[in-house]
């Protein structure tokens, strides 16, 4: 089969590859579409080595068809439209995956808006509400508000009941697809001062963050008493001084999590939650993916670079050639 | 009546005091001791007001007499020997405080005995337990193990069927009675690395803390994955420098807590589950307080300075004259 590889120069190419072998728990996808995450930048660089036993070819979610089945295998079957969570591999021709890991794929949905799901729900609803038990009527703040992640964020939590929600973007134009996408306060960090807004309207019960660095003690700032603040990355850097007095005095929760080292019965319990809670929506299209764009697949150096520049809104999806 | 205040250069003298008034749900109590805890030294030198509305006098805990009740009160009754947990206000001949925060003094325990329970036991189960959710079989690291949060720390853990048990501190004596007290790994921090040591015991999953500064980051070093690591004070310092990578790797949880600022439901809650889970065993004598020692109120002075110089071990507690 193909798949992507990383030459030494740390640019994409595509490679031939072994097709993965099954374990008994695991279904063979043929990947029709990869979706693009920030970590797969990071990996290309060799900053985010693949958990033990994981594939070492880039990719942490794709959509697609069942091609086979491993023995032990009772949720799935070949021909089945899906898409999953994967620990790694997803930028290839196939794509190897533990039964629980895997979603259904709505008819509604393209192969391409399904590869935009598993990554971004699972890790909002691992966050937000498994970690940091987002309440209804709780308030929200979604960081990156336009980014993979924060498109499900808003739509999730908006979806759960949450009350104010708020979010943070880079323009205009994504400021108006957050509030599209729930939002009631959407601020443009690049023109506005987001600690002093959302400290107007009273602080934020959760706060989903990746940027790290700087605001960190930021949002701890603007944390409600009991806040949970949870890091599902640190672009700006993992690294930072900071005051813990309002951590103490708030009773403050700092957290971070990734889904990626998991073990299988931790992603299906994450999974079924999504199916039980959130599926529906997506289903009945009240939940929507919010594709960017896509690329085939030998172009994925380009779609690195989309990502990597930063004007992209929702995911980037890889195709098949 | 009597009560202890703060003269123009920080030191304490007993003064005259207004009794204090009885809201609805108050239990009056006649003062026979009261424990010392280290906020009080900061509220002494200004650094730790009380919250709106509890005395500005200094003590969070007091063992007593009921002499009064509120008309709302339905738990007690004039003449119940108790302890409890105050606002403010222990340092004084008659306290006032809510019923949901209050203690029965079993007959088997002295007053200054008593007063050496509810800041301590409340503090534990509200950290350990309700905060970090220690659960039978988990590894438990309770630094300051022979502080006054210390030595109820490791009795409550250990009655609690926690895993390994770690504790910190700092000399000999303090190190063989936190063994006493159920510590199976105890560590003298001056003369030895307690990273090095709870690593190579495989971690803690949770880590009760009141040192922070340069402990921050060794306690993130030896959390095991999902580990809680809780602050009930930042003795060396807020301010700290922290690499969250490993918050990120191991998925943990960075949190603190105090109890006085919170409301009376939440105080009878944390007292309820003692009442249920730990206070058969203070009366069974299988948790014991471990008292240091005991100075007469007006010498508050002199047992304020033998906590700063840090060599008692469990509580000091006043007396009554």
């Known amino acids: 089969m193909y798949a992507i590889g ?24 043929a990947v029709e579409a990869s979706g693009l995450n920030r ?38 079957k070949v021909g089945d439209r899906v898409c999953a969570l994967l620990a790694g591999g997803g930028y290839a021709e196939f794509a190897a995956v533990d039964e629980g890991s895997v979603f259904p794929l709505p008819e509604s949905l ?19 509400f498994l970690r940091c038990g987002l309440q209804p009527g709780e308030s929200f703040l979604m960081h990156g508000g336009t980014s993979g ?41 690049r023109e506005q001062d987001f600690v002093e807004i959302v400290e107007s309207h009273g602080g934020a019960d959760v706060i989903i963050d990746m940027v790290g660095g700087e605001y960190l003690q930021k949002n701890i700032a603007i944390a409600k008493p009991d806040g949970r603040i949870c890091n599902i990355a640190y672009q700006d850097g993992f690294e930072a001084t900071v005051n813990f007095a309002p951590v103490l005095m708030k009773r403050l929760v700092v957290t971070a999590t990734t889904l990626r080292a998991r073990p299988h019965a931790a992603k299906r319990q994450i999974r079924d939650a999504i199916l039980k809670d959130f599926w529906p929506a997506v289903v009945d299209g009240t939940i929507r993916p919010i594709l960017d764009s896509t690329f085939p697949i030998e172009q994925a150096q380009g779609a690195h670079e989309r990502m990597s520049a ?3 809104i929702g995911k980037i999806v890889l195709l098949k050639p």
């Open 310 to 312: 930063g004007g992209h």
């Open 6 to 29: 990383i030459t030494n120069d740390q640019s994409l190419s595509l490679q031939e590859a072994a097709v993965p072998e099954l374990q008994p728990t695991d279904v063979l996808i």
């Open 110 to 128: 393209s192969f391409a808006e399904g590869a935009c799901l598993p990554e971004a729900m699972m890790t909002v609803w691992a966050n937000a």
């Open 149 to 189: 992640i924060g498109v499900m964020g808003l739509q999730m939590a908006k979806l759960a009941g949450a009350g104010t929600i708020f979010s943070t973007a880079g323009s205009a134009e994504k400021v108006d697809l957050c509030s599209d996408l729930g939002a009631d306060v959407a601020i443009n960090y």
């Open 39 to 76: 970590a797969d930048l990071m990996q290309r660089m060799g900053l985010y080595p693949p958990p033990p036993g994981a594939s070492d070819v880039l990719g942490l979610e794709v959509a697609g068809v069942v091609t086979d089945v491993g023995t032990a295998v009772t949720e799935w």
